[in-house]
């Protein structure tokens, strides 16, 4: 939700509604949108009318303990494939945590683990809209 929502404050892209996707993607019975073939794609395209889709996914949330501190951590993968070719224009991994020097020093100013994703979120998106 994070991802659409950036999407659309960066006003880069029209995004088309969560319930119609989910709608479109029922009919290809996958479970994870990295199972569509490029065939899939296409026709996933012509249906929404959109010229690219985003497929990803959060390959890691996790929260670490060590002694009295606890890191966050987050990985995106995610990709934008054109739908008249089904080729990837874009991709971009990111791993994000809320370790940083001050709080590995004095164990203070740690983020919370749904700053961790937004943070991560961004930062992939910087690499596609700047």
């Not at 010229?51 to 002694?67: I, N």
């Amino acid at each position: 939700r994070y991802f659409m929502t950036s999407l659309l404050a960066a006003e880069a892209f029209e995004v088309v509604e969560p319930g119609e996707v989910a709608r479109a993607l029922e009919r290809f019975s996958v479970i994870r949108t990295a199972q569509l073939t490029e065939e899939q794609i296409l026709t996933l395209g012509r249906e929404l009318g959109v010229q690219a889709v985003f497929l990803g996914s959060l390959s890691e949330s996790s929260t670490l303990r060590s002694g009295s501190g606890t890191t966050h951590v987050t990985t995106l993968n995610a990709r934008l494939v054109e739908t008249d070719t089904g080729a990837t224009i874009w991709s971009a991994t990111h791993t994000e945590n809320n370790r940083g020097f001050w709080s590995s020093v004095l164990g203070t100013g740690r983020k919370s683990q749904s700053e961790v994703m937004r943070k991560c979120v961004d930062q992939c998106l910087r690499t596609l809209i700047r």
